[in-house]
């Protein structure tokens, strides 16, 4: 799989991935909170699915691992 999320995009998703697992253990959100698996997720690996459908990559120019 190829790396296609960048610095900054992957520690944007791991927190937002927290928060929201956060607010499903701990507040309003309840079972919908496990839909921040998808960001964790995603930004633990460095790669988006939805990103190489787009061809969207935020590694910059020729960091992108084959």
Request: hydrophobic residues 55%.
């Amino acid at each position: 799989m190829a790396t296609n999320v960048g610095g900054l995009d992957r520690m944007l998703r791991i927190v937002a991935g927290v928060v929201l697992l956060a607010l499903g253990a701990f507040g309003p959100l309840g079972w919908w909170g496990l839909i921040g698996l998808v960001p964790l997720a995603t930004g633990l690996m460095r790669s988006c699915p939805a990103y190489s459908i787009l061809g969207v990559n935020t590694c910059g120019i020729g960091k992108a691992a084959a």
